[in-house]
């Protein structure tokens, strides 16, 4: 029940191109979303986040689709770059401010994009 | 960046030696996380800390020990290295758990245990 699933596990895309990464969960109490971006050497990077009292969210070309219902959210690309290749990771958790989930995250398994020139 | 290292970046040890991993943070954050990274498996949290002696189990915690006598550190423990402890190594930080819940990863340790 505190698995996330993302798929797809690799994506190969031209420039200017949308590539849409897709998570899945089954723990209703997840209430918080966040996306990370991880270059190769580096440790994963917050990218955007989504609360699910909201359908979408953008911040420059990254945008998260949300779908309570069906307990799935998804990360679009507009316009990929070159300099988009790296590996995305979606996550889910919990804020419960006077419970015990301490901010733990869930983790998918990861995707790792190429965008070519 | 968060100001959070990691140490070492790359260790080669052999099976059955204990190995310790160090975080060390500047930001004072209260929550501390250490996870391991494998191809398929994406990030899985071992154990996380909440507060200075304050720590406790996340989903792959068999094998590995942690503690934190102060804010800014916290410490990962191998008792005894298995081949299959052979990962990246991230250690997180995150001021609060509630909102925005954001953590912030340091920048990794390689393990190789032969």
């Known amino acids: 029940q505190q698995q996330v699933k993302q798929s797809p596990q690799s994506l190969i895309v031209q420039k200017g191109g949308i590539p849409i990464i897709n998570c899945a969960y089954e723990n209703t109490a997840f209430d918080y979303f966040p996306w990370y971006q991880q270059f190769p050497g580096k440790g994963p990077a917050l990218l955007i986040a989504i609360r699910p009292d909201v359908s979408e969210k953008k911040e420059g070309r990254f945008t998260i689709s949300f779908n309570k219902s069906a307990k799935q959210f998804s990360l679009h690309i507009m316009d990929s770059q070159p300099g988009d290749s790296a590996t995305y990771f979606c996550?889910?958790?919990?804020?419960?401010?006077?419970?015990?989930?301490?901010?733990?995250?869930?983790f998918g398994q990861g995707t790792i994009l190429t965008v070519h020139p | 960046d968060a100001g959070i290292t990691q140490s070492p970046r790359h260790k080669v040890t052999e099976t059955g030696t204990p190995v310790t991993l160090r975080c060390h943070q500047t930001e004072n954050h209260r929550y501390m996380y250490w996870y391991r990274q494998d191809p398929g498996h994406g990030l899985r949290l071992i154990h996380y800390?909440?507060?200075?002696?304050?720590?406790d189990k996340g989903e792959v915690s068999d094998g590995y020990s942690v503690s934190r006598s102060k804010t800014e550190d916290f410490l990962l423990t191998l008792e005894s290295a298995t081949s299959s402890q052979t990962s990246v190594y991230f250690c997180?930080?995150?001021?609060?758990?509630?909102?925005?819940?954001?953590?912030?990863f340091g920048p990794g340790t390689r393990l190789l245990v032969l």
């Open positions: 800390s909440y507060g200075v002696k304050d720590t």
């Open positions: 996550a889910a958790g919990t804020s419960n401010a006077g419970g015990t989930s301490y901010g733990k995250l869930t």
């Open positions: 997180a930080i995150s001021e609060s758990p509630v909102s925005p819940g954001t953590q912030y």
